[in-house]
């Protein structure tokens, strides 16, 4: 065979591509996956003008996705129609593409979402008596029948992908898929207070919002009471944008952008400008590394924001960019300092939080129990800069003769080659995490609680923390499900005894967030070292003498004293050579 055979062989006519190929091309737009089924279908129920929307997932959807509403329903007649491309009810003409009120208007999804599985819609119109089923598979229409139903559309859409292998393939690991999936429907009932918002996940309840209407309703279900109760409420009015919305004190943060969401005109955006002026809004407030939770509802004139940039709508164009950004992170700003006489951060807070305790009135040195402060979270910072900060040869520290606390945040030791500068946070850290890992796995004592505690968390976030259990339970910790989102504890390692036991489980799931699949053989130790960092005494703290006393000497019998767990130094030593230069004793630069 030559080359030229097979060229020829190739039927190299123009052709027509018949429908349901198109479909499936146009569909890699549009459905990329199973969130984006979900999304589709809640905005079709959302522009039927549902009260109750409810989404039942299966096979982390995959297997099953089923949307059912109690909208306006569709017309057998439309049924067919509503399954083609670009049939749409909500759009007539280009020019209506600058008045647009729905959420969708392209006339895509549905032929898109068909063409790509085994989708079924039953639907029922308000005064018609039966309603009609369709049945799509693999955007062929399969079956037509008169169906019985409750008034309203139930979309079913089964075995995503299943022509399409090449896309299955790309899909994330199913615990990805899910949280995107908890992830959209919270935005979107966060948006639509006013709708009955329910979500099952592989039968399980993991939303559910009250439609009442009211916001702060919506986001206590969505993120629980405890959360809800502390944030913090934005109004401004400027000439024609109206911002409104909720965002999180500066002690309520997040380890990354995910929980900054934002509405425009009801329409839930994911948009980087937005983001970013909510960051700024922050600026100077938050630790490095940390971010906010934001809920930010934008009203403005339908044109001055395009919507038809990108075929999932996620992404908007303003007119008036540099406008909008300034708005929102002024009317943010402005919130945060009305509700928080913020300090701004770093050492000087550690200065303004410095108190002096009699030693005598402290008690005694259980490590684990001492209570942590709020702000700020690490002691390090860069202070250190302009000192000469030696490298250290050894890997032990020698025996040192406790000076004193500085700063309620530092303890100052001499040792034979000088001076040490201790950071008690990260040194605190250090022991805890040795003490736990020189623990048995399983045979980690714990301490039941006086009072078990409740705690809440996000879909997401239970998700994660499901996962989590059992390592959860080596440690030490009896963590148990208790209903929809909520953990009941029982008991914490005896190393934590006294820390908050809600805050121990928020890390874990907060931290496991930004990488989300660690290795199975480092999840223990990150997991523990996670845990040490919520539960080592923070800066500005006071410590009495005698716990100053053990935590140098928990120090010294550290395997790696001079790191925290997680790579930052604990200390910083002040050699006699470097003093005695600095004091212009010897050889002065
Ligand atoms: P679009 O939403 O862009 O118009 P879709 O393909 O998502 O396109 O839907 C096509 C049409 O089917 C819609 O315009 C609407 O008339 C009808 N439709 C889809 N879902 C529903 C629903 N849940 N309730 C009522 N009508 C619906
Ligand atoms: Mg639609």
Redesign the pocket.
């Known amino acids: 065979m030559t080359v030229g055979d097979t060229l020829y062989n190739v039927d190299m006519t123009i052709q027509i591509l018949p429908d349901e190929v198109a479909s499936q091309i146009a569909a890699g737009e549009v459905v990329e996956r199973p969130a984006s089924v979900v999304k589709?279908l809640v905005?079709?129920?959302l522009?039927?003008g549902a009260g109750q929307i409810t989404i039942r997932v299966a096979g982390a959807g995959q297997r099953l996705v089923e949307v059912q509403?109690d909208?306006?329903?569709?017309s057998p007649e439309?049924l067919q129609l509503?399954v083609t491309r670009h049939?749409?009810?909500?759009l007539r003409t280009a020019e209506d593409l600058f008045r647009i009120a729905t959420l969708?208007?392209?006339?895509?999804?549905?032929?898109s979402i068909g063409s790509v599985s085994q989708m079924s819609i039953t639907?029922r119109q308000a005064g018609i008596e039966t309603g009609a089923r369709i049945h799509v598979v693999g955007g062929k229409v399969e079956g037509f029948q008169p169906a019985g139903a409750p008034q309203g559309?139930t979309?079913r859409v089964e075995e995503l992908f299943f022509n399409v292998p090449a896309r299955r393939k790309f899909l994330k690991k199913e615990i990805t898929e899910r949280r995107q999936i908890d992830e959209l429907v919270m935005r979107y009932a966060m948006a639509f207070p006013a709708v009955r918002f329910q979500l099952t996940q592989e039968e399980r309840l993991s939303l559910q919002t009250s439609g009442s209407g009211d916001r702060k309703e919506a986001l206590a279900a969505i993120y629980g009471v405890e959360y809800a109760r502390q944030m913090l409420e934005v109004y401004a009015l400027e000439e024609e944008l109206k911002i409104t919305g909720f965002i999180s004190p500066t002690t309520l943060t997040r380890s990354n952008r995910k929980e900054i969401h934002f509405a425009i005109n009801g329409r839930p955006v994911q948009d980087a400008t937005l983001t970013a002026a909510a960051v700024q809004a922050y600026h100077t407030l938050l630790m490095v590394g940390r971010y906010p939770v934001v809920m930010i509802y934008i009203e403005m004139p339908s044109d001055s924001v395009d919507v038809n940039v990108h075929p999932t709508k996620a992404e908007v164009r303003f007119r008036d960019r540099d406008r909008v950004f300034s708005a929102v992170q002024r009317s943010i700003r402005k919130a945060l300092l009305a509700y928080t006489p913020v300090p701004e951060l770093r050492s000087q807070q550690a200065w303004q939080a410095f108190a002096w305790e009699p030693a005598a009135e402290r008690s005694g040195s259980n490590w684990g129990g001492l209570e942590a402060l709020q702000s700020p979270e690490d002691g390090t910072d860069e202070q250190g800069e302009s000192l000469e900060i030696h490298a250290f040869t050894a890997r032990q520290v020698p025996i040192l003769r406790l000076v004193g606390q500085v700063a309620a945040a530092y303890l100052i030791a001499e040792g034979p080659d000088g001076l040490y500068l201790i950071d008690q946070h990260a040194a605190h850290e250090r022991v805890l995490y040795e003490k736990f890992i020189a623990q048995e796995s399983g045979s980690i004592p714990s301490q039941a609680l006086l009072e078990p505690a409740y705690v809440e968390l996000p879909p997401g976030g239970a998700r994660l923390l499901d996962e989590q259990l059992a390592t959860l339970s080596e440690l030490g910790f009896d963590v148990k499900s208790f209903g929809r989102n909520t953990y009941l504890v029982r008991a914490i390692p005896v190393l934590l005894s006294g820390m908050d036991p809600s805050a121990a489980l928020r890390v874990v799931v907060e931290d496991f967030e930004e990488d989300e699949t660690p290795l199975l053989s480092q999840r223990r130790e990150r997991l523990i070292a996670r845990v040490c960092k919520r539960a080592a005494v923070k800066a500005g703290h006071a410590l009495s003498n005698a716990e100053q006393q053990a935590l140098l000497q928990d120090l010294e019998r550290c395997e790696s004293p001079r790191t925290c767990p997680h790579g930052r130094p604990t200390m910083i030593h002040l050699s006699v050579d470097l003093l005695e230069r600095q004091f212009g004793r010897r050889g002065a630069r």
Do not use: P, Q
């Open positions: 589709e905005e079709n129920a522009d039927a509403d909208g306006c329903g569709i439309e509503s049939a749409t009810s909500k969708g208007f392209r006339g895509e999804a549905l032929a639907s559309t979309v």
